[in-house]
């Protein structure tokens, strides 16, 4: 598991119990994977389509850093399926799991099209083949 992103625990971001509110954390997820698409894809037009079952582990408090993994399960034609990881950045104590975040690469139309990528890509290895 790649871990991309850091996000600092804010007051702003907790529920009525004083923990990190589930939404939040959800929309950070679904921000990260479409950023992490989007750079794989290669294409800013690309969306969630399906999450599966959230697996809440364990509850974030106010000041924690939580790291938000991404990995690729695998590439379909028009489509990216990730799985996603949360933890305590200083305990690394496992927050959420989702095994299955689709996202859909689109057309200048909204219609799904396929990318033609069949494996990981990282930005180095984009940039060593353009000298």
Known sequence: MRFHTRKWVKPEDLN???TLFGGQLLAWIDEEAALY???QLENPKVVT???SEINFMSA???GDIVEIGIDVVKFG????????EVRNMMTREKIITIDNITMVNLDEDGKSKPHGKTQIEFIEDRLGNSK
């Not at 034609?77 to 799985?83: A, H, I, R």
Request: glycine content about 4%.
């Open 77 to 84: 034609s028009s489509s990216l399926v990730l799985k996603c």
């Open 49 to 51: 389509k399906y999450m």
């Open 16 to 18: 009525a119990n004083g």
């Open 37 to 39: 698409s989007i750079v």
């Open 60 to 62: 974030a408090k106010q």
